[in-house]
């Protein structure tokens, strides 16, 4: 598998919420995706990137445009130093949320793409990667 | 900071957001609409969301509260033009909008909110109350 | 000595060998590629071969291979396109055996059968690498004429005003549900239908990824302001729906098309009346009478 590029995105604004769902919509027709696939990892970076806002005080977003033989794909990594998260398990499911949410953001970005991990520790921060592939 | 504009178009008010919303200014739309509707007393509001081509939980939240709230206020609410890779992606997402009127655009949207008031002059009508004249 | 100091030794004349074999071998293919492009890639796979054996690494994956891999991925890619068989492209590596193992023979050497079995292991990896490219590229020729061929042989139709309907027939598979999805979801934007037909009356079976697909368009559609209505299901479908635990309640269902249509034309306020015939009190004053 070849990193064809990658980039970071600061996540400190509502304007940067914004710009991550503009860049992402422009790497992921760069690498050929349909316009549903397209929406569908726009979507849950938006998410991703609004969680690690408000609930990670701020991060980042790596972004990286892979190629694996035949096919082409984008992987997205968003960490913060924030407070973290005490328990996954519940974090990840369906309507589960602290904020004023519906909750969806976690859960919602793991079924938008094909690849999910998440690493989080009480105190230190939150790392997701999503890999959505063509 | 720029605000959406909203249009009056006699008994209902028309939204079309044109452009892809930071959070704050959701945000702003949410309050603006609501106060709008007690002012100018509508009866019904109309989004048009056929500009955007991502609509994640957040924008949902938003349209649910608009929702919510409107029928507090005595208005129906029916959000028009939602595109097809959206609505896949929302579906994926699992986000259902319930309690959300949606019809496929304006012109149908404006029937939608037509009939949902004729049917409320009627239910007056048959309890003895007389309907209010505009 | 070694075959990494043969090959620098008789580079040229070893190129030359392997260029006439495979100009008069019966893999040539004169029809698909000309001498002169033949001669190029030889040329480049073998420049390439050259600088990674003189690197030492025997290890084809490792990264003093890495321009080596990328020629035989080409070349493989390319053939694969031009309608070359398997076996000829992997020829294509595989032929350069020959005059290496001649050269090696023929020249003073200390450890004949070590040199030969590290060419053959070398040249074999190459050789299968080329044939996994090859089907890669074929593979991706095959799912562009199949999704152009399922565009073309799902079309949908427009019943009635407001009222679309989308015939399927054949095996559903999930990438051509979803591509048929889609393009149902587009059509009821593009025409403002406020119902559309999804008719399965030509579908021999459903699984439960196919079902799954069929109902969120249904969500979907549902979400855009517009209502589907699935029919056509037959028993034995009926019967795995039930089994795999598929959940219908939320979908309006029909047993055929006919009544889907009777359904649609009720919801949409429309409605179909038979022309009268033309009755005596008309006939009476003309020239012609029904009696």
Redesign the interface.
Known sequence: MSLLRSETLAIGT??D??HV??KV?AWATDQGFG??D???I??AA??LA?NTLIHGGGGSMHLQALND??RRGLRLVFEDHGPGIPDLKLAMT?GYTTG???G??L??AK??SNEFEIDSKPGEGTRVAITRWR | MERIPILKMGDFLLVSIQV?????LAMSLQDDLTDKIVRSRAHGVLIDISAL??????I??MLGNIASMSRILDAETVVVGMR???A??LV????SLPGIRTALNVERGMELLRRARTWDDLEGGENGDVPASE | MGFADVLNQREAEILRDWVALQLSANFRRSDLINDTDLRQQSGDFWNAFRQAVASGSEDVMAPAWKDVREVVDEIAASRARQGFTPSETAAFVFSLKQPLFRALQSSPNGDLSNELWKITMLLDKLGLLSTETYQ??R??VISRQQRELLELSTPVVKLWDGILALPLIGTLDSERT?IVM?SLLQTIVETGAAIAIIDITGVPTVDTLVAQHLLKTVAAARLMGAECVISGIRPQIAATIVHLGVDLNSVATKATLADAFALALRRTGQTVQKIRAISSQEGRGGTHSDS
Do not use: N
């Open positions: 509502d304007a919420v914004v769902r503009q919509r316009l549903v397209q929406t569908k726009v979507t938006s998410e609004r033989g035949s369906d004023t949410g519906l969806l953001g859960s919602g079924r938008l | 892809d919303m930071h959070d704050r081509d991502v609509v994640d939980s957040f949902g939240r097809p890779a959206v896949i992606t994926e997402l699992g986000l | 890669k590229s593979e991706e979803q889609e």
